[in-house]
């Protein structure tokens, strides 16, 4: 009896350790619980088509690039529906439509399909869900679907002026909502331009502050389709902004400049091209403790900036906060830092990863030959990442170059990838599909 029951202990204590190895987690906003696209989880599946693998498939009234988020058993999307510009609550476990709600209206498709108003992804602190589009318009809703304030950010900041719309991601934090909107007339014979970083209450929409951010940038160099991410270690605590041909942090008490990372544009030591005018940026910078990986646009440069007591006022290539640069970049992706390692997913399909510490290429490898636009995601070993015509790769993560699976949904995918409680989800154009 004592041996039985001894057994019985010892089972169950494996059992109970083996769940503890799964790490379910919400996906609140845009990158993740920790704004860097990676999962703790590791009950997620490598292999799935239209029908494998799909726990459910809810289908969407219209297009839409942003990203679903995840809290508890409520998931968030938005999407188009003709000209409206919608909010949507899903049941995360089955797919049921909870509410729907129309924000705005005035969407605007991009060129060729590549996106519409319905961009920005929509944040959660689990009591409240903000949700920003491209038109401009900022709202708060309650889980219930309630409005709670909404505002026009043309109205209260400047008519935005941007070629394919804000499609910036407003980052949340505590208790406020942080934007950067930056922009200008695209004509050659205009200087003016326009660039803000925003403060607000989450709860009541009140400004607390904004910030004029000054460049001597040009034609298409003013828009940034980039969002703004709260860089947050024990050490250092501050906004990054990105956009019109450079980087900069500011505080998140004041909003005042504290650095700025500047040559981005060529010719200059860590951009060999000549100056672009159409060098606008799309790719946000990505964090990680104690560095921040800043990516620039197409033919431009990846630069490594450390966060020490030497990043402060102008930054460039050759100051002591630098800590490597490559010379190419990922132009849409996010770079996902995991492990000691950088991994930069190119429009073409291309993977490189370099070491974070250094910069030096491990491998520069094609993964599937189609436009890519969305950031890749970390979960259980292996990097995912979906090509425009439905296709996702899933890639062994580490040194050594492995294409794990590819997985054809057959619909078109400019949402990243997101895993969450157990879930890996990924938004097409036609639908929303929960993997298990």
């Given at each position: 009896m004592t041996f039985r029951l001894s057994a019985f202990t010892f089972t169950l204590s494996l059992f109970s350790l083996s769940l503890s190895n799964v790490?379910?987690?919400?996906?609140?906003?845009?990158?993740?619980?920790?704004?860097?696209?990676?999962?703790?989880?590791?009950?997620?599946?490598?292999?799935?088509?239209?029908?494998?693998?799909?726990?459910?498939?809810?289908?969407?009234?219209?297009?839409?690039?942003?990203?679903?988020?995840?809290?508890?058993?409520?998931?968030?999307?938005?999407?188009?529906?003709?000209?409206?510009?919608?909010?949507?609550?899903?049941?995360?476990?089955?797919?049921?439509?909870?509410?729907?709600?129309?924000v705005t209206s005035g969407n605007i498709d991009a060129r060729a399909g590549e996106g519409n108003s319905a961009s920005p992804t929509p944040s959660t602190d689990g009591k409240h869900v903000w949700v920003f589009f491209s038109n401009g318009v900022l709202a708060c809703y309650s889980f219930d679907g309630k409005e709670v304030w909404k505002i026009d950010t043309n109205e209260r900041f400047g008519k935005i002026d941007i070629q394919f719309g804000m499609t910036s991601t407003p980052a949340l934090d505590g208790d406020h909502l942080y934007l950067q909107l930056i922009h200008g007339a695209m004509r050659r014979d205009d200087n003016t331009r326009t660039g803000k970083v925003i403060k607000l209450e989450k709860l009541t929409g009140k400004t607390v502050w904004e910030v004029d951010r000054v460049t001597d940038a040009d034609f298409e160099c003013k828009h940034s389709y980039a969002s703004p991410f709260v860089y947050s270690s024990s050490d250092a605590r501050f906004l990054v902004a990105h956009g019109a041909d450079c980087t900069t942090g500011h505080s998140l008490e004041t909003g005042e400049e504290l650095w700025r990372l500047t040559e981005l544009n060529g010719p200059s030591h860590v951009n060999s091209q000549q100056h672009d005018a159409t060098f606008r940026f799309v790719s946000s910078p990505a964090t990680a403790d104690g560095v921040i990986i800043?990516?620039?646009?197409?033919?431009?440069?990846?630069?490594?900036?450390?966060?020490?007591?030497?990043?402060?006022?102008?930054?460039?290539?050759?100051?002591?906060?630098?800590?490597?640069?490559?010379?190419?970049?990922?132009?849409?992706?996010?770079?996902?830092?995991?492990?000691?390692?950088?991994?930069?997913?190119?429009?073409?399909?291309?993977?490189?990863?370099?070491?974070?510490?250094?910069?030096?290429?491990?491998?520069?490898?094609?993964?599937?030959?189609?436009?890519h636009r969305v950031s890749p995601l970390y979960a259980n070993g292996h990097i995912y990442f979906c090509a425009k015509d439905g296709v996702c790769s899933v890639v062994k993560a580490g040194s050594k170059f492995e294409l794990v699976a590819s997985n054809d949904l057959g619909e078109p995918i400019t949402a990243s990838p997101i895993v969450a409680n157990g879930t890996l989800y990924i938004r097409t154009y036609d639908a929303v599909y929960a993997i298990r």
């Amino acid at each position: 009896m004592t041996f039985r029951l001894s057994a019985f202990t010892f089972t169950l204590s494996l059992f109970s350790l083996s769940l503890s190895n799964v790490q379910a987690e919400n996906w609140p906003q845009w990158r993740g619980p920790r704004n860097d696209g990676v999962s703790v989880e590791n009950a997620v599946p490598t292999q799935w088509s239209k029908t494998q693998n799909v726990a459910w498939r809810a289908e969407m009234p219209g297009q839409g690039g942003a990203t679903p988020i995840v809290w508890d058993d409520r998931l968030f999307v938005t999407s188009a529906d003709g000209d409206d510009l919608l909010l949507i609550s899903l049941d995360a476990k089955s797919g049921k439509e909870i509410w729907r709600q129309k924000v705005t209206s005035g969407n605007i498709d991009a060129r060729a399909g590549e996106g519409n108003s319905a961009s920005p992804t929509p944040s959660t602190d689990g009591k409240h869900v903000w949700v920003f589009f491209s038109n401009g318009v900022l709202a708060c809703y309650s889980f219930d679907g309630k409005e709670v304030w909404k505002i026009d950010t043309n109205e209260r900041f400047g008519k935005i002026d941007i070629q394919f719309g804000m499609t910036s991601t407003p980052a949340l934090d505590g208790d406020h909502l942080y934007l950067q909107l930056i922009h200008g007339a695209m004509r050659r014979d205009d200087n003016t331009r326009t660039g803000k970083v925003i403060k607000l209450e989450k709860l009541t929409g009140k400004t607390v502050w904004e910030v004029d951010r000054v460049t001597d940038a040009d034609f298409e160099c003013k828009h940034s389709y980039a969002s703004p991410f709260v860089y947050s270690s024990s050490d250092a605590r501050f906004l990054v902004a990105h956009g019109a041909d450079c980087t900069t942090g500011h505080s998140l008490e004041t909003g005042e400049e504290l650095w700025r990372l500047t040559e981005l544009n060529g010719p200059s030591h860590v951009n060999s091209q000549q100056h672009d005018a159409t060098f606008r940026f799309v790719s946000s910078p990505a964090t990680a403790d104690g560095v921040i990986i800043v990516p620039t646009a197409k033919a431009g440069p990846t630069v490594a900036i450390n966060v020490n007591d030497k990043l402060r006022g102008r930054v460039t290539g050759q100051s002591d906060a630098t800590r490597w640069f490559v010379a190419q970049t990922p132009d849409v992706s996010i770079p996902l830092i995991h492990d000691g390692l950088v991994y930069l997913l190119h429009k073409d399909g291309k993977l490189q990863c370099l070491d974070l510490e250094t910069g030096k290429e491990i491998y520069f490898e094609r993964t599937h030959s189609v436009q890519h636009r969305v950031s890749p995601l970390y979960a259980n070993g292996h990097i995912y990442f979906c090509a425009k015509d439905g296709v996702c790769s899933v890639v062994k993560a580490g040194s050594k170059f492995e294409l794990v699976a590819s997985n054809d949904l057959g619909e078109p995918i400019t949402a990243s990838p997101i895993v969450a409680n157990g879930t890996l989800y990924i938004r097409t154009y036609d639908a929303v599909y929960a993997i298990r």
